[in-house]
């Protein structure tokens, strides 16, 4: 079993940032082994890629966040982080992370305010 617990989240002006972070658990994790990602949902939206970072630590980024997020993983905490800088109010949404081998995992989500 994998479990994934992100938190973080929380409101903030436009142009500030946030650390969110997804602890994970579980005999089948490995934070090595595994892909991990950050997704996020708006309201009356669907779900939507934000970030990744891969096994041997390449990440990928949407285009929307490029250059004001950044993805990281602590192995020694079994822990991913997600660096938020600049934000915009566009940014708002719940946040979730995703574990995958074999198997996708979710997170119960965070959510993140940007106000304007």
């Known amino acids: 079993q994998v479990q994934l617990v992100e938190s973080g989240g929380g409101l903030v002006q436009a142009g500030g940032s946030l650390r969110l972070s997804c602890a994970g658990s579980?005999?089948?994790?490995?934070?090595?082994?595994?892909?991990m990602a950050w997704y996020r949902q708006a309201p009356g939206n669907q779900r939507e890629f934000v970030a990744a970072i891969y096994a041997g630590g390449t990440t990928k980024y949407a285009d929307s966040v490029k250059g004001r997020f950044t993805v990281s993983k602590d192995r020694s905490k079994n822990t991913m982080y997600l660096q938020m800088n600049s934000l915009k109010p566009e940014d708002t949404a719940v946040y979730y992370c995703?574990?995958?081998?074999?198997?996708?995992?979710w997170g119960q989500g965070t959510q993140v305010t940007v106000s304007s």
């Open positions: 579980g005999r089948a994790f490995s934070i090595l082994a595994m892909s």
């Open positions: 995703k574990a995958a081998l074999g198997a996708d995992y």
